[in-house]
């Protein structure tokens, strides 16, 4: 069984940096065809992809935060963190991990399953 | 914005088949396949359908997926009262190195 939980500061200042770790179990980051990606959601507003990282540490991001973000895995610890710089009260929102299957080919593919996602509000 | 547009409602009665549509571009559903996740209410997003028509394990087959170029849809036959929900395209985008893009969502109402 595959599961994540995301863990991180409930509550940020503008202009600081997040970090937020994904934990997960159920499955490795080196196994080929694997990935783990972020996905964020505002209140009351939609799904919005921020990143995703391989088993092969193949980086891909959100073009329009590509900027501000970057991910990384543990292997060992089976974690992968994002970072996001230069927070703002419109990044206010859920941050969920989610886990991408094996599909045989490199890129593409869903989510599947998901974390429960953890809420960050940014205020000062 | 969203890359994807879908319909930000769409409603119906018990018994009956809702679609909820998907637009994209040449660079995302007309060249990849399409998801789709359902997200009931205070809950985390969940695949409903994946690679445009494959259901996971668990879902029933009243849920239905369909691609057609640069459009996708979901379907909902038999719909039941808990199947009112938030209900979310997305795909591959190969532009731009590479990236995935959701639609807007759309809140299906059972009347």
């Known amino acids: 069984q595959i599961t994540l939980k995301e863990s991180g500061p409930t509550l940020v200042k503008p202009t600081q940096t997040l970090t937020l770790t994904c934990t997960f179990s159920?499955?490795?980051?080196?196994?080929?065809?694997?990935?783990v990606g972020w996905i964020r959601q505002p209140p009351g507003k939609a799904l919005e992809w921020l990143a995703l990282?391989?088993?092969?540490?193949?980086?891909r991001y959100s073009p329009s935060l590509k900027s501000r973000l970057t991910i990384t895995k543990d292997t060992s610890k089976n974690q992968v963190v994002l970072t996001m710089t230069n927070m703002d009260p419109v990044d206010t929102a859920t941050y969920y991990c989610?886990?991408?299957?094996?599909?045989?080919?490199?890129?593409?593919?869903?989510?599947?399953?998901w974390g429960q996602g953890t809420l960050v509000t940014v205020s000062s | 914005q969203s890359v994807l547009t879908q319909p930000p409602s769409a409603s119906g009665t018990p018994g009956q088949r809702v679609t909820i549509s998907c637009s994209g571009s040449?660079?995302?559903?007309?060249?990849?396949?399409v998801n789709w996740y359902q997200q009931l209410p205070g809950t985390a997003p969940k695949l409903l359908i994946y690679?445009?028509?494959q259901r996971p394990s668990g879902v029933p087959d009243r849920f239905s997926g369909s691609k057609s170029g640069t459009s996708a849809s979901l379907a909902i036959s038999g719909l039941q009262s808990e199947d009112e929900a938030d209900y979310y395209c997305?795909?591959?985008?190969?532009?731009?190195?590479?990236?995935?893009?959701f639609g807007g969502g759309t809140k299906l109402t059972v009347l």
């Open positions: 989610a886990h991408r299957p094996n599909i045989g080919q490199w890129l593409g593919g869903w989510f599947d399953p």
């Open positions: 159920g499955f490795s980051l080196s196994t080929s065809g694997v990935g």
């Open positions: 990282i391989y088993w092969n540490d193949d980086k």
């Open positions: 040449s660079s995302n559903i007309g060249s990849n396949t």
């Open positions: 690679s445009n028509n």
């Open positions: 997305a795909a591959w985008d190969d532009s731009l190195n590479g990236h995935v893009v």
